[in-house]
C-alpha cells in the first residue's frame, strides 16, 4: 500500500488567518517532504524530514512553519499567506535511508487558495 | 548542474494512438535515478517507474514501455493503444548521488486524449 493522505482537499483563507495542512502515511517510511506547485510548474521541494528531524529547508519564508510530530505525521502551519502563496502543496514520503534510489511517494495535495 | 527537459509542452492524440513522451536529462554523477511520474487533473502525483544508471534494460509494463538510452541522456516513455485515462501531466524526474538530494523535474508533458 502506497497511500498519502492530506488533509484538507481544499482550503481558502484569508491574509491574516492561521491554518494547518495534515499529511499522514502509514507506510513505515522515515522521509516526509513538503512540495508547492504552481499552476503549469513542476513541484517544488519546500521542506524535508527525516526521522522527524528537518533535514531541508529550501529558504522557505516564516510563514510557512513545518512540524513533524510522529514519524507517520507531517503538519504544515500557515500564517500571514501571501496572495502568491496560493498552490497545490503536496506532501511525499520515502523509505528515507538516504539512497538515491529512494522513491517518493506523493499524497493527492491541498488546494490552497489565499484571498 | 542537474538537468531534466520535457520539450514537449503538450500532446494531443485520439484514443488507440501510440504515443512517446521525451525526457532528455543532463547530470555528471555516474550514479542516478530516473523517474517518471503522473498527475491526473484530481493533482495526485502518481509514481510510474524509476530507473537506475547502470541499467539500460528497456522495461515494459502493460501498454507502458520506457526506453532508457545513456549515450544520448534520454529516457523516453511510450503509451501504447492510447486511452481517455491517460490524460495527465507527465513528469520525468533526476534524482543523483545519496542523501537526501532532492528530485528534480522536468517541466511535464500534458498528454490530452481524446475519444
Known amino acids: 500500500d502506497t497511500e498519502v493522505t492530506q488533509t484538507p482537499k481544499h482550503l481558502v483563507m484569508g491574509m491574516t488567518n492561521k491554518k494547518s495542512l495534515k499529511c499522514e502515511q502509514h507506510?513505515?517510511?522515515?522521509?516526509m517532504y513538503w512540495y508547492k506547485q504552481k499552476a503549469k510548474k513542476p513541484p517544488e521541494l519546500m521542506f524535508v524530514?527525516?526521522?522527524?528531524?528537518?533535514?531541508i529547508n529550501e529558504s522557505v519564508p516564516s510563514r510557512f512553519s513545518p512540524e513533524c510530530p510522529n514519524s507517520s505525521l507531517l503538519n504544515l502551519h500557515l500564517h500571514a499567506l501571501q496572495p502568491e502563496d496560493s498552490a497545490l502543496y503536496l506532501c511525499?514520503?520515502?523509505?528515507?535511508?538516504?539512497?538515491?534510489?529512494?522513491?517518493?511517494?506523493f499524497g493527492p495535495g491541498t488546494r490552497l487558495t489565499v484571498l | 548542474a542537474q538537468k531534466v527537459t520535457q520539450a514537449q509542452t503538450e500532446i494531443s492524440v485520439v484514443e488507440k494512438e501510440d504515443v512517446t513522451l521525451d525526457c532528455v536529462y543532463e547530470t555528471r554523477d555516474t550514479t542516478y535515478y530516473l523517474f517518471w511520474y503522473k498527475q491526473p487533473p484530481s493533482g495526485e502525483l502518481v509514481f510510474l517507474i524509476r530507473r537506475n544508471s547502470f541499467d539500460e534494460q528497456n522495461e515494459i509494463s502493460g501498454r507502458y514501455s520506457w526506453n532508457f538510452q545513456k549515450s544520448t541522456s534520454s529516457f523516453n516513455f511510450t503509451i501504447t493503444a492510447s486511452q481517455v485515462v491517460d490524460s495527465a501531466v507527465y513528469f520525468c524526474?533526476?534524482?543523483?548521488?545519496?542523501?537526501?538530494?532532492?528530485?528534480?523535474f522536468g517541466t511535464g508533458t500534458r498528454l490530452l486524449v481524446s475519444p
Open positions: 524530514y527525516s526521522y522527524e528531524k528537518l533535514s
Open positions: 511525499a514520503s520515502s523509505l528515507g535511508r538516504g539512497l538515491v534510489e529512494d522513491t517518493q511517494y
Open positions: 507506510m513505515g517510511h522515515r522521509a
Open positions: 524526474a533526476l534524482k543523483e548521488g545519496s542523501g537526501f538530494q532532492k528530485l528534480v
